[in-house]
């Protein structure tokens, strides 16, 4: 990112990712705010039939799959 005046916006884009979930969890450190789950996605894919489980290890993935 480059340097910005309190005039200019910036329209963060994918590959501002880890710094705007850097900026956000800092946020949420400093003023003592959990960091919302988004739990109704999470209802939706597994209502759909994917699944939140590693396939190899059956651990918690960041990620949801469907086997085809």
Known sequence: ????????????????????GRLLHDFNVE???PTPGDIDAQRFYERHGFSGLDPDSGT?????????
């Open 31 to 33: 003023f003592e705010t």
């Open 1 to 20: 990112m480059s340097e910005l005046s309190a005039e200019t916006a910036y329209r963060a884009g994918p590959g501002d990712a880890d710094v705007v």
């Open 60 to 68: 918690r993935a960041f990620y949801y799959a469907l086997d085809l």
